[in-house]
Nanobody, 111 residues
Framework: QVQLVESGGGLVHPGGSLRLSCVTS????????TGWYRQAPGKERELVAG???????MYADSVKGRFTISRDNVKNTVYLQMNSLKPEDTAIYYC?????WGKGTLVTVSS
C-alpha cells in the first residue's frame, strides 16, 4: 500500500523558515517525479515545486529564490525548504508522487 506522510508544518512569523518532509512507502520512490503542491483557503490547489527522478527541479514563480525542493532516494523522502515566508504562503501543503497524495501539512504564516 502506497503511503505519503507529510510533516513539518506549523505557525511561523513572516520572514521565518520551515522545512517540510514527505516520507513515502510502498512505491519505488527513485523512479518517480515528485512535487509539492499547496491549497490556500478558497483557492485551487497549485504546484509549488517539483523534482524529477534525475534531480531536475522547477518552481512556481511565487516561490523562486525562497523555496528549495530536494529528494533523498535512500530515505524515500522529498523535502521542501521554505525561507523568507510570507503570509500569502499560508496553505495546506501536499506531497504528490505517482498520482498519489498525502493528507497534507498546514503552514500558517502570521505575525
Amino acid at each position: 500500500q502506497v503511503q505519503l506522510v507529510e510533516s513539518g508544518g506549523g505557525l511561523v512569523h513572516p520572514g521565518g523558515s520551515l522545512r517540510l518532509s514527505c516520507v513515502t512507502s510502498g512505491i519505488i520512490f527513485r523512479i518517480y517525479n515528485t512535487g509539492w503542491y499547496r491549497q490556500a483557503p478558497g483557492k485551487e490547489r497549485e504546484l509549488v515545486a517539483g523534482v524529477t527522478s534525475v534531480g531536475s527541479t522547477m518552481y512556481a514563480d511565487s516561490v523562486k529564490g525562497r523555496f528549495t525542493i530536494s529528494r533523498d532516494n535512500v530515505k524515500n523522502t522529498v523535502y521542501l525548504q521554505m525561507n523568507s515566508l510570507k503570509p500569502e504562503d499560508t496553505a495546506i501543503y501536499y506531497c504528490n508522487i505517482g498520482a498519489r497524495w498525502g493528507k497534507g501539512t498546514l503552514v500558517t504564516v502570521s505575525s
